[in-house]
């Protein structure tokens, strides 16, 4: 059973542009959803998250936006960059699982100059 | 936020033999650390937490005989894939959990040959 669903699996946009990548989730006790970028051959890093008594958080070009009620979260890339073309991942854990995060799986965002 | 350290970056070794992978909290004391594997285009899998001072707990499905981890210190956990086969072969990430998050080792590239 696939907690964290994230759509679309890949996504071509253009410099300039916003590129939007989708998270839905099962779990009601998730309570910390993370975004992380990852490069080829390398580990993932944190961009941003939120927790769910927060609707949107906003941090340089990388805006979460949070819908409780729905089950979902999003993460909006403003200005895309060709640096910014990596393969980003949704997560969410819970302090009742432990705080395993579980992750959807993956978007590979492309930045076309 | 932390700091993890993994080593080696890569490794590749012969079917039938043994590979530790390091993984090292430089700046904070983790007690407990993650261990995932990552196939080609695909997301993170949780494979086991380790607990410093104790037995590790493994997800359902991982062999612990055969992925042997280790996490004798609060800066050092370890990750041997024992009597390795080609199936073994996949990316491999080490990661702790801080006051600022999770943060993720650089990973481990194995190839079994």
């Known amino acids: 059973q696939q907690q964290v669903k994230q759509s679309p699996q890949s996504l071509i946009v253009q410099k300039g542009g916003i590129s939007i990548i989708n998270c839905a989730y099962e779990?009601?006790?998730?309570?910390?959803f993370p975004w992380y970028q990852q490069f080829p051959g390398k580990g993932p890093a944190l961009l941003i998250a939120?927790?769910?008594?927060?609707s949107e958080k906003k941090e340089g070009r990388f805006t979460i936006s949070f819908n409780k009620s729905a089950k979902q979260f999003s993460l909006h890339i403003m200005d895309s960059q060709p640096g910014d073309s990596a393969t980003y991942f949704c997560?969410?854990?819970?302090?009742?699982?432990?705080?395993?995060?579980?992750f959807g799986g993956g978007t590979r965002v492309l930045v076309k100059p | 936020g932390a700091v993890v350290s993994q080593h080696p970056s890569r490794v590749i070794c012969k079917s039938g033999t043994s590979v530790k992978i390091e993984c090292r909290s430089l700046d904070f004391q983790a007690t407990t650390m993650f261990w995932y594997r990552q196939f080609p285009k695909k997301s993170l899998m949780l494979m086991a937490t380790s607990n410093e001072g104790s037995k590790a707990t493994y997800e359902q499905g991982v062999e612990k005989d055969k992925f042997l981890i280790n996490h004798a210190s609060l800066t050092l956990s370890t990750l041997t894939v024992t009597s390795a086969h080609p199936e073994d072969s996949s990316f491999y990430i080490c990661?702790?959990?801080?006051?600022?998050?999770?943060?993720f080792g650089s990973g481990t590239r194995l190839t079994v040959v």
């Open positions: 939120i927790r769910p008594d927060v």
């Open positions: 779990n009601t006790a998730f309570d910390y």
């Open positions: 990661s702790t959990r801080g006051a600022g998050g999770y943060t």
């Open positions: 997560a969410a854990s819970s302090k009742a699982a432990g705080n395993k995060l579980t």
